[in-house]
């Protein structure tokens, strides 16, 4: 049997990274949560999840440096990194990747999870 996939949650609130989680659950997949980029870096790296999802403003370091360094960790190791929200120009912090617009719906998120997930099991 495979293992589960895995999805890094970066998320400030509380009550969203627990959405978030039953969310990545819901698609069959293994949620870590965290509040912070920074936080995150180091799981970029060394818990290789399959999909980071981050929410653009969670990052309150100056010009999202702390977001900037974690999509540049998970592009070392070809994770895709799916941006929830933001200001003006938050897509670029992760290239070609993904963007979500807030207000986002659950059932479409869910839907872009799952995709990017079985897109990373394909390559």
Same mark, same amino acid.
């Not at 360094?69 to 990747?97: I, K, N, W, Y």
């Given at each position: 049997?495979?293992?589960?996939? %895995?999805?890094?949650?970066?998320?400030?609130?509380?009550?969203?990274? $627990?959405?978030?989680?039953?969310?990545? +659950?819901?698609?069959?997949? +293994?949620?870590?949560?965290?509040?912070?980029?920074? *936080?995150?870096?180091?799981?970029?790296?060394?818990?290789?999840?399959?999909?980071?999802?981050?929410?653009?403003? %969670?990052?309150? %370091?100056?010009? $999202?440096?702390?977001?900037?360094?974690?999509? +540049?960790?998970?592009?070392?190791?070809?994770?895709?990194?799916?941006?929830?929200?933001?200001?003006?120009?938050?897509?670029?912090?992760?290239?070609?990747?993904?963007?979500?617009?807030?207000?986002?719906?659950?059932?479409?998120?869910?839907?872009?999870? *799952?995709?990017?997930?079985? %897109?990373?099991?394909?390559?």
């Amino acid at each position: 049997m495979p293992a589960a996939r %895995s999805v890094l949650i970066v998320d400030a609130t509380h009550e969203t990274r $627990q959405v978030l989680r039953e969310l990545v +659950e819901r698609v069959g997949a +293994e949620p870590v949560a965290v509040a912070r980029p920074e *936080q995150a870096i180091a799981l970029a790296v060394g818990a290789a999840p399959d999909l980071i999802v981050v929410d653009a403003e %969670s990052d309150a %370091s100056a010009g $999202q440096a702390a977001t900037r360094e974690l999509c +540049e960790a998970a592009g070392r190791r070809d994770t895709p990194v799916l941006m929830l929200g933001g200001q003006a120009g938050s897509e670029s912090l992760v290239g070609g990747a993904a963007a979500i617009a807030k207000p986002y719906h659950y059932g479409p998120l869910a839907r872009k999870i *799952q995709r990017l997930l079985e %897109s990373r099991r394909v390559a």
